[in-house]
């Protein structure tokens, strides 16, 4: 009897272990969209200008460099063509004084997901694996998914922060 369970468990690991690199970077991107947009629809219009003290970026300013990182580094892993940055969202991030739309960034995050999604998607084994970028960045096209899942994260507890520091509850975040 033991024998035999034994047999079954080992038969079974193989088919517990069926996920792919691949596949786990489709599911966390998927999850880091929708929580960074949730997060970004917490926080009121008015406070999209908000900014905990004057060296931060505003919230609006946070978000857009959330999303045009995010493009960036998702062209780069997938040789995709990137979606165009909205004129007034690419303004904010060189003048500090050019409010950020709520409507507009969040649209803009929306978009520059849904493309990181199609390309995270798209990928190969063998394209994860190649080296790619700028000839002053170069890195593998996971390096180039990963580090960027890994800022947004980084910039999107940043954004929690000011919601808290506004008396806002975050969104309870979910896997």
């Known amino acids: 009897m033991m024998k035999n369970v034994l ?4 038969l079974s ?3 517990l272990a069926q996920t792919t690199v691949k596949d786990a970077l489709v599911k966390h991107w998927k999850v880091t969209s929708d929580f960074t947009i949730a997060v970004a629809e917490k926080m009121p219009a008015d406070g999209y200008s908000f900014k905990p003290v004057p060296e931060e970026l505003s919230f609006g300013q946070l978000m857009v460099q959330i999303a045009g990182a995010n493009m960036s580094a998702c062209s780069n892993a997938s040789g995709m063509t990137r979606p ?3 004129p007034a969202l690419a303004a904010s ?3 500090e004084k050019v409010t950020v739309d709520k409507a507009a960034a969040v649209q803009f995050l929306r978009t520059t997901f849904d493309f990181c999604n199609q390309a995270v998607a798209s990928m190969t084994p063998e394209k994860l694996d190649a080296v790619v970028g700028p000839q002053t960045r170069k890195m593998t096209a996971f390096e180039w998914l990963w580090a960027y899942f890994t800022h947004t994260a980084h910039h999107r507890g940043q954004a929690e922060v000011y919601l808290r520091v506004k008396g806002i509850q975050p969104p309870d975040y979910t896997f």
């Open 13 to 15: 690991i193989p088919a």
């Open 7 to 10: 047999t079954m468990l080992a």
């Open 93 to 95: 991030l060189k003048d």
């Open 84 to 86: 165009a940055v909205p």
